[in-house]
T-cell receptor, first 117, second 110 residues
Framework: GAVVSQHPSWVICKSGTSVKIECRSLDFQATTMFWYRQFPKQSLMLMATSNEGSKATYEQGVEKDKFLINHASLTLSTLTVTSAHPEDSSFYIC?????????????FGNGTRLTVT | GQQLNQSPQSMFIQEGEDVSMNCTSSSIFNTWLWYKQDPGEGPVLLIALYKAGELTSNGRLTAQFGITRKDSFLNISASIPSDVGIYFCAGLLGAQKLVFGQGTRLTINP
């Protein structure tokens, strides 16, 4: 089945540094990928929609200059948390849908736990 | 924004019991999905519902898409320890955007 791989699975960084998270579709192409954030004991909240070859679409309240998204190929999207602060500590999850297949469900990566100290 | 109301928020049951959880919305969704999330991992798709009134099973799991397209339920029969986790409903807006419910945390006593 469709597999979405996320890397790294966890990362600890210092305040003020930047962190890059990768999301890859391993056995399918995805023109669109999605980035979610999940705080402890809460639901998943959509941050942005990543579009291959064009700019990402951000949800209301999500700072595009802080959460940089690049979708350079049909199998890779990256999320860079710039100038990270402790309040950015969260579980970040990406998802993707098989391109060109009607009603293809979203497949999720295993998430990246970010801890900013 | 769009919201899905999922209940119950948590359940504590005995192994072997049946489980039922549901989601409602004030908005109409084209597709309803049910996911399970284990600690520290991403959600895994359990069941996808595409048509109003559709009833779909996946092993011991059964889910239905409400006639009004504003609700869905998930039933788990004869629960086992590996059913423990957080279950999320999700509604698809248009062709792309998923909106999640708050989740139901299932705990099973052996």
């Amino acid at each position: 089945g469709a597999v979405v791989s996320q890397h790294p699975s966890w990362v600890i960084c210092k305040s003020g540094t930047s962190v890059k998270i990768e999301c890859r579709s391993l056995d399918f192409q995805a023109t669109t990928m999605f980035w979610y954030r999940q705080f402890p004991k809460q639901s998943l909240m959509l941050m942005a929609t990543s579009n291959e070859g064009s700019k990402a679409t951000y949800e209301q309240g999500v700072e595009k200059d802080k959460f940089l998204i690049n979708h350079a190929s049909l199998t890779l999207s990256t999320l860079t948390v710039t100038s990270a602060h402790p309040e950015d500590s969260s579980f970040y999850i990406c998802s993707a849908r098989v391109s060109g297949v009607n009603n293809s469900p979203l497949h999720f990566g295993n998430g990246t736990r970010l801890t900013v100290t | 924004g769009q919201q899905l109301n999922q209940s119950p928020q948590s359940m504590f049951i005995q192994e072997g019991e049946d489980v039922s959880m549901n989601c409602t919305s004030s908005s109409i969704f084209n597709t309803w999905l049910w996911y399970k999330q284990d600690p520290g991992e991403g959600p895994v798709l359990l069941i996808a519902l595409y048509k109003a009134g559709e009833l779909t099973s996946n092993g011991r799991l059964t889910a239905q898409f409400g006639i009004t397209r504003k609700d869905s339920f998930l039933n788990i029969s004869a629960s086992i320890p590996s059913d423990v986790g957080i279950y999320f409903c999700a509604g698809l807006l248009g062709a792309q955007k998923l909106v999640f419910g708050q989740g139901t945390r299932l705990t099973i006593n052996p």
